[in-house]
């Protein structure tokens, strides 16, 4: 009985696995489309019927090319960190709320915090491991941007711990059956939904990418497989975080299709945002975090408190 539920656990994984990386592919096909027609011009559009087998003959492409790497790098580092960077942003995964036959844990808020948190590692190492001055200032602005929110998102999520009493997402499910939490902290709402664009690297914070004097951050020195592996790892990040927006503020019935509609619309803005925003200062970028979004998060926080221990206070 227990080898059976190891299988059954084995194939849900793997099917997860297989619908994140389509849901991946097909995020990269709608990025280039919105913003084809943000900016009056087609997206793909000539493989295939409206350009749909584009990811596909995209992911080919990179697969089939060379592998070079600097001679000067730390290979064995530079060669595994992409493979390691998509494995973490993967691994998130598991703590999807679901009702049935899945890995629900009861700790998944405090599981989300540590695998992001080691996922700046994974661009540090990136961008040290190429040997390239380029690389490894591009992977010190990513890793100063990333904890600078990784401290906000923290900071929220211990207000919503303080709020249903639980580290677990699943109970977002029961404390929102009458009303989606959106609506009772809508800056919380705003400070996340930024947060969030700020930790997958996203314009108007992509300062790790900055093309104008970056080249290409971090990355700069990956090509073919490498360099596909790290950005399959950021949209999986970024469908990840629009289903964490979804799940912590908009009602996680996970059995419901509505529910997939508001993850594709919370995927769809992290688009419109970077089809619509110029790139920020750098100074602005951490003024944002530390002068901004660091005090109302922290406000939330007490205010939450303060609302539990009346309540509790109210009961005794």
Do not use: H
């Not at 990025?31 to 080919?60: H, T, W």
């Amino acid at each position: 009985m227990f080898f059976g539920d190891l299988i059954f656990l084995f194939i849900c994984m793997l099917l997860l696995l297989i619908c994140v990386l389509v849901g991946v592919a097909f995020l990269t096909l709608l990025e280039r489309s919105v913003l084809g027609y943000i900016q009056v011009r087609k997206g793909p559009n000539k493989v295939g019927f409206m350009g749909i087998p584009q990811p596909f003959c995209d992911a080919i492409k990179l697969f089939t090319s060379e592998q070079t790497y600097p001679l000067m790098s730390n290979y064995i580092v530079y060669y595994y960190t992409p493979v390691i960077s998509l494995f973490l942003s993967l691994l998130l995964w598991v703590t999807i709320p679901y009702l049935f036959s899945f890995i629900s844990f009861s700790l998944s808020m405090l599981f989300f915090l540590c695998c992001t948190s080691l996922g700046v590692y994974t661009v540090m190492i990136a961008g040290w491991s190429s040997n390239s001055g380029y690389s490894m200032l591009g992977g010190m602005r990513a890793v100063a941007q990333t904890i600078s929110y990784e401290v906000s998102l923290a900071l929220i999520l211990m207000s919503f711990m303080i709020l249903i009493e639980s580290f677990s997402l699943m109970d977002f499910y029961k404390y929102q059956s009458y009303i989606w939490i959106f609506f009772m902290s809508i800056p919380l709402a705003l400070v996340w939904f930024v947060s969030s664009l700020a930790e997958t690297n996203r314009t108007p914070f992509d300062f790790a990418e900055g093309e104008s004097e970056l080249v290409s951050g971090f990355n700069v020195e990956y090509s073919s497989g490498g360099f596909a592996l790290i950005f399959m790892s950021e949209y999986s990040s970024i469908l990840f975080m629009s289903m964490l927006f979804s799940v912590i503020f908009l009602g996680s019935d996970l059995i419901s299709l509505i529910f997939y509609f508001k993850l594709v619309f919370v995927s769809f803005a992290f688009i419109w945002v970077r089809g619509t925003l110029p790139r920020y200062r750098y100074d602005k970028l951490m003024y944002l975090a530390w002068k901004s979004f660091l005090p109302l998060s922290l406000n939330y926080l007490f205010v939450y408190l303060g609302l539990k221990l009346f309540i509790y206070s109210l009961l005794i």
